[in-house]
């Protein structure tokens, strides 16, 4: 089965081609550039830009996949959640695709796919997903923090989310804060591996609440009081350096603490992490050790399918139809909101 992928959720334009379990393209246009000067994402720009983006990228991914648009099986995109304008553009141009070539089309869960990615290795691809186990699974990005517990390949309970900024936004504001640039997670993990995690002693939100549910404002709001009460910081690189290992320590031990523990508790042999923030290298680092340590199996998304991308919408939705899930309607609307589960 050979099926198009869209992705535009959020700031990344991304098509790809999959064909029974395996990816032969998948490119992402990214807009970081784009938004860098706003220092977060802008909707009605990343809306333009996937307009202009959305055919050539779709075009070169056929291409670079050696596929003929006639041969192709299935159309996905993704319908929720993400940001309302972005979405459309992917889901519209997905549905016209189907419409024009007559071919059935899915309309995919973004976090859904999310918890797909880190099955999506291995050689053949295929193989992964047969080794498919009940998981807790971490999903970690500038929009989302949910903790999941995946029953079966199609059943999902959602334990815990943040219930304000997500753990990327904490990376990318405490980044901002610190004047560094544009997305900051990546910035932090670069300087903060030359820092001293345990210089400075930030809070561990909801490290100890009895739910599954995270918080990272306050976190943001003691790096914000901080360089309030010690501007001469920001003249010192090795300082920086220190604060970013600080910030991100504090930030990882609250996603691995919470995780673990919550897989504990559900009875789980295996815990998965997928989404931007795991490419964090300390992150992956505590979840190996802790996973390590307490007996987990941990499958941990590649870092090229960590961030937003299609090669794991088509993934899913060759596994859906794959299990006999119906097509989509060509005139289902985009769903912002759409809850998982
Ligand atoms: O999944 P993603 O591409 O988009 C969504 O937000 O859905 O994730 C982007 C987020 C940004 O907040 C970015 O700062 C964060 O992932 N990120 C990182 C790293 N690489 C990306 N955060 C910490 N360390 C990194 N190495
Ligand atoms: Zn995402």
């Not at 009605?44 to 959305?54: G, K, V």
């Not at 553009?89 to 995919?108: C, E, S, Y």
């Not at 930030?202 to 901080?226: C, E, I, N, Q, W």
Request: glycine fraction near 8%; charge should be negative; aromatic fraction near 6%.
């Amino acid at each position: 089965m050979t099926i198009l992928a869209f992705e535009t959720s959020c700031d990344e334009t991304s098509v790809a081609v999959v064909r029974d379990g395996r990816v032969l393209s998948s490119l992402v246009s990214s807009q970081i550039k784009l938004h860098a000067e706003y220092g977060g994402v802008v909707p009605e720009l990343a809306a333009r830009e996937h307009l202009r983006n959305l055919m050539p990228v779709a075009r070169a991914a056929l291409e670079e996949a050696d596929v003929f648009a006639g041969s192709l099986d299935a159309i996905a995109a993704t319908q929720g959640p993400g940001l309302p304008n972005a979405l459309l553009l992917g889901l519209k141009a997905a549905q016209a695709t189907a419409f024009a070539l007559r071919k059935p089309f899915l309309g995919i869960h973004h976090h859904e796919a999310h918890l797909y990615s880190p099955w999506i290795a291995g050689e053949p691809p295929l193989a992964d997903f047969a080794s498919f186990q009940p998981n807790v699974s971490l999903v970690v990005s500038g929009g989302h923090t949910l903790l999941v517990h995946v029953k079966s390949e199609r059943e999902y309970a959602v334990l815990g989310s943040t219930i304000d900024d997500a753990a990327g936004e904490c990376f990318d504001k405490t980044a901002k804060l610190m004047g560094l640039a544009y997305p900051g997670g990546p910035e932090i993990d670069r300087l903060a591996a030359r820092g001293n995690a345990k210089k400075y002693d930030f809070p561990r939100p909801m490290l100890r609440d009895a739910s599954d549910d995270f918080s990272f404002s306050g976190l943001k709001t003691s790096v914000r009081y901080f360089l309030r009460d010690h501007a001469e910081a920001l003249e010192n690189q090795q300082t920086i350096c220190d604060l970013c290992a600080s910030v991100q320590a504090a930030i990882v031990e609250v996603l691995v603490g919470k995780t673990i523990r919550a897989a504990k508790r559900v009875g789980v042999e295996c815990v998965t992490a997928s989404g931007g923030v795991t490419c964090n290298s300390a992150l992956r680092t505590a979840l190996e050790q802790a996973c390590a340590s307490e007996n987990f199996t941990l499958r941990l998304a590649n870092r090229n399918l960590c961030t937003d991308n299609a090669a794991m919408i088509g993934i899913l939705a060759e596994q859906k139809l794959l299990h006999g899930a119906p097509a989509t309607s060509l005139d289902a609307e985009i769903m912002p909101g759409w809850a998982l589960g």
